[in-house]
Structure formats: C-alpha cells, structure tokens
C-alpha cells in the first residue's frame, strides 16, 4: 500500500514503513496497544492511524433498498426476474423468480410442481426480453426419472403457450440441447453435482437456471430423527453452495420440496378460496427454510366451475384448478392465484388472484 495516500502526519508513517508494516489489513489485525509497541507511536498517533486506515478500506457508501427500488435502472441484476412462461404467475411474483436466492416450491404430490419446473427449463432458453436469461437449465432429480416425454411435448407447443413471443424467436431455441440433466440418488452425489459439475456449466454460460426435484427426498432417507444436528450442517453447508453459484452467477436456484400433512379444523374456515381444508408444512424443518429467499406453495382442489381446460387438456387437468400462493418473500406480499395445467403448459386463471 502507499502509505504517504494517507492523511496522516509524516511521522506516523515513518513510524509504520519502519515497523515494515505492508498494508492496511495488516494494521487492523493488531490492537491498539501492539501497534504501539510495533511502531513506537504514541497512544493518539496509534489512534489516528487506525482511523485512516478504516477509511481507506471502507467500500463505497451503502446503498438502501429504497434507493435500489427507485433506481432500477443503475441495478438491472437486482431487478431481473426469470419468467415462469405465463402472465398471470409473473404478475402474481411481480416479474418471476428473483436471479438471486433460493427459491422453494412445496406441495402434494400432483400440484404441478414438476410441471412448473420443467416450463421454467424453457422459460429460461429466451431471449432477457421475453423474461428469460438466454441460456440453459441444470436439472437434478433425487426420487423420479426426468419426464423427458412430457418436457418434448411442451417443447412442440411452446407457440400456443407463448403467444407473447414471435414464432421465428421460437423456432430459433434448440431448447433440448440446453437442458442438462443429473440423477443424483444420495447426498454425496448431490453435493460432488452442486461443488464440482454445475460451477463447470455456469463457468461456461451454458446454464443459468439450477433446479433441484426434490431437496427433501435425500435427507429424509438417509438421516434419522436422532441425526438432526448432523442433518443440519448438511443443509446449511448445501444451502450456502447453492447461494454462492446464485450470487456468483446470476442463476435463481428453484428447489421441489416435499411436505406433511396435519389437518388444522381450527383455520379450515379461514383458508382462502382454492386452499384445502388441511394445512400442510414443508419438509426439511426451520433450518431449510433459513436459506430461502422465497417460498411458494402449491395445492391441488377439485374445481366447481366447468373445466378451465376442456377440448385439449392432457388427463392430469381434468376438473382441476390448482392454487399457487406465495407463503413469504422480502418483497412480495402474503397472496395467491389459480392455475391449470394444459396440454401445452401451466396457464394461470386470471380472475382467480387473491391476498392470503
């Protein structure tokens, strides 16, 4: 460092390059008496020494969540949102999936976790002014082999789900090159994918987009109720991989979670419309839901209206709406719509948007 940048008093920067004292970092790591006796300086120079050399390290001024807000176009990657691929999802997430973050999606089997997946895997191959990063997805599975036959028949209908993007931009997306996809059947497997083969790909700009089905699935199998604390430190040191490659790369982290069922009659009468009488809790537990940005639940429920798909909807649609709701995020409210799932894709139903 070059200590005559400093605003300080000749003397105590004699003092500090005849202590052969070679940077800033240096002189924060002693305390205030060792500096003394490394330099000689008087208890006052000592002080006035660490004050400049605080200030010389400090970054520049903090910037307030207001200010981001309202400046959107000085912090475009803080502002960035990877689309779902429907409107009516988007609006409800106020753009999509934050480009940083962990984001769960829990729910019972047959809520269409998967299925928004798998549209995600799409979503993100377009261009950043269709809502998409323009590259592709890691897609890891940890209980069910990828339902390629499914993912080839939303890739053939992609212009009726997206009417929003001209057919040439479609055409263009060779979207099955770009989906990577990994079995990972134990946790070591999982974390040598996350540490080791995923940082290749994001290095390489071939993905932006990882997605875990499910994070539950491995830790419920291989740990006990008495392995707790050692199932914790898993998670947490899974959880803080996952933010850094976010962080790192741009990429959102979109991980399927499993839950419990325990019916709660006490808030049955108070469940919004589309939501089950029963109250349902992720899995993993408090330590899991730490790491997450956002969490958004699904649910399945039989619709009373006449079907929202009829004519061209694949059996997994028949009569039934299902309820996307957002349980928390930093900047979004407690609130839910309705979607279903056609043969084509998720298509959220519009007059079916809601607070929780």
Known sequence: MDWDQLDLNPKVIAAVKK????????????????????????????????????????????????????????????HRRLSLGCSVLDSLLRGGLPVTGITELGGESAAGKTQIA??????????????GLEAGAVYICTEDV???????????????????????VIKQRKFGDNIFIEHAADIETLNDCIAQRVPILL?????????????????????????????????????????TLSSRFLAPVFCINQVTDAVDNMSAGQSHVGILNKKVSPALGITWSNQLLM???????????????????????????????????????????????????????EDKVGMS
């Open 146 to 168: 990828f339902p390629n036959k499914r993912l080839q028949q939303l890739i053939g209908l992609q212009h009726k789900l997206r009417t929003d993007v001209p057919l040439e």
């Open 203 to 243: 290095l390489r700009g071939l993905v932006r987009l990882i997605i875990i089905d499910s994070i539950a699935a491995l830790f419920r199998c291989e740990f006990a109720a008495k392995d707790s604390v050692v199932k914790a430190k898993h998670l947490q040191t899974l959880g803080a991989q996952l933010h």
């Open 295 to 349: 969490r958004l639940m699904v649910a399945r429920t039989r619709s009373s209206e006449p079907d929202e798909c009829a004519g061209e909807a694949s059996q997994s649609c028949s009569g039934v709406v299902r309820t996307l709701e957002v349980v928390f995020a930093p900047h979004l409210p407690q609130s839910f719509c309705c979607y279903t799932i056609n043969v084509e894709g998720v298509k959220g139903v």
């Open 118 to 131: 798998i549209q995600l895997c799409l979503s993100v191959q377009y261009p950043c002014r269709y809502g």
């Open 19 to 78: 202590a052969r004292i070679k940077s800033a970092e240096d002189i924060l790591k002693f305390s205030g008496p060792d500096l003394q006796r490394l330099t000689k300086l008087s208890n006052v120079d000592v002080q006035h020494l660490l004050v400049a050399v605080s200030a010389a390290l400090q970054k520049p001024n903090v910037l307030t969540v207001f200010q981001m807000y309202h400046e959107k176009a000085c912090f475009v990657a803080q």
